[in-house]
T-cell receptor, first 118, second 110 residues
Framework: ETGVTQTPRHLVMGMTNKKSLKCEQH?????MYWYKQSAKKPLELMFV???????ENNSVPSRFSPECPNSSHLFLHLHTLQPEDSALYLC?????????????????FGPGTRLTVL | GQSLEQPSEVTAVEGAIVQINCTYQ??????LSWYQQHDGGAPTFLSY????GLEETGRFSSFLSRSDSYGYLLLQELQMKDSASYFC???????????FGTGTRLKVLA
């Protein structure tokens, strides 16, 4: 496996379900990100982890809970979601951007998980 | 607030040149990136401007003017495969925060 992978690619869940999205990067990066992409809206940054520590939490409802057990893996735990949470959830990784230099600003995205909440 | 403005859609013919503009209003600007996303695909990085001026990468170039809070992506010798959405994104200085524009859908016609 190379690059950034995400599983599952598609997920349908009810509002009372609990599910988790998984992201894995094989690029040796030390920063990982969760984004939400809804139709006709910009990508919304949800969470950022650098060296397994959460460094950005963008006013995301508590029904979304991230976990970063190591620098290669990132999870997004979902519970009691709402229909408006239906979207494409994208994971990305990069070198730590605080290290400076243009090469640290490139984010590598996974294919995303298409989530539908019924 | 913090926002990035892009045209929603641009149409051009194969072989032409197209420019996609991005104006931003953010605090603590650090740099401007451009990403391409095909339907059903993941965004892929195209270019980054940390300083004013033009960056060229093959058929794609990107420009930044920090004093005007403005940048653009220039695509030359358009090909059908360039039909996609293009996003500008600002990295906010001193944070790990990236703010994306709403995207410009480019249609390349034969």
């Amino acid at each position: 496996e190379t690059g950034v992978t995400q599983t599952p690619r598609h997920l349908v869940m009810g509002m009372t379900n609990k599910k988790s999205l998984k992201c894995e990067q094989h690029l040796g990066h030390n920063a990982m990100y969760w984004y939400k992409q809804s139709a006709k809206k910009p990508l919304e940054l949800m969470f950022v982890y650098s060296l397994e520590e959460r460094v950005e939490n963008n006013s995301v409802p508590s029904r979304f809970s991230p976990e970063c057990p190591n620098s290669s893996h990132l999870f997004l735990h979902l519970h009691t979601l709402q229909p408006e949470d239906s979207a494409l959830y994208l994971c990305a990784s990069s070198q730590d951007p605080s290290s400076g230099g243009a090469e640290y600003n490139e984010q590598f995205f996974g294919p995303g998980t298409r989530l539908t909440v019924l | 607030g913090q926002s990035l403005e892009q045209p929603s859609e641009v149409t051009a013919v194969e072989g032409a040149i197209v420019q996609i503009n991005c104006t931003y209003q953010t605090s603590g600007f650090y740099g401007l990136s451009w990403y391409q996303q095909h339907d059903g695909g993941a965004p892929t990085f195209l270019s980054y401007n940390g300083l004013d001026g033009l960056e060229e990468t093959g058929r794609f170039s990107s420009f930044l003017s920090r004093s005007d809070s403005y940048g653009y992506l220039l695509l030359q010798e358009l090909q059908m495969k360039d039909s996609a959405s293009y996003f500008c994104a600002v990295e906010v200085h001193g944070t790990y925060k990236y703010i994306f524009g709403t995207g410009t859908r480019l249609k390349v016609l034969a």
